[in-house]
């Protein structure tokens, strides 16, 4: 039976990230984002990557890319060149991205024993430690008190928040280092089995 995972942000071939996460290089940094990810993600699981996989075109990072396990399918976050709100011109390359995505769109919904579980790249509210107001409003979903599953903050710190009482768990690389497994993201919401 396939697994379920999620992750974002791993900004492929970024420099300033990379720097930021203790890599000498984009290459060491990506390099190690492969094998973390092989490591838990197996070829038969599916993973929802919710945005930022780069800033580059795809065909850039297209090498690094095939390399990760599962079927992967992207929620688009505001780096990634296929997402239909930041790019205007995203209609061109979605069809190079989805030699590499199963499907991409801006937001989807899953189910898990019963818990409905929404997936963005933006979370309701927030930005981490960035200073300022929350950026792209218009893109975030807003909040009907379902759980949130996200991207975007790069805060390693927080995994679990909260937006007007409905639960956001952050699968951020920068908190994780790795992707999470939705029992994981289940066991976090308030009356999850851990």
Known sequence: MPAVFFTSDTHFD???VARLRGHDSPAEHDEEIVRAWNKVVRPQDVVWHLGDV????IGKVAGIVSRLNGTIHLVTGNHDK???GVNP???RVQRDWLQY???IQPFAQLRHQGDRLLLSHYPYSGEGDRPGGDRFTQ??????GMALVH???HDPDQRLGFDQGAPMVHVGWDAWRRPVGISEVVDLLPGGSS
Do not use: Q
């Open 101 to 103: 995505f199963a499907s």
């Open 82 to 84: 296929a997402a239909p």
């Open 54 to 57: 780069t800033l580059r075109p």
């Open 151 to 153: 991207g975007h903050t």
């Open 14 to 16: 970024h420099a300033m």
């Open 139 to 144: 893109y975030r979903l807003p909040n009907e």
């Open 89 to 91: 011109n995203a209609h």
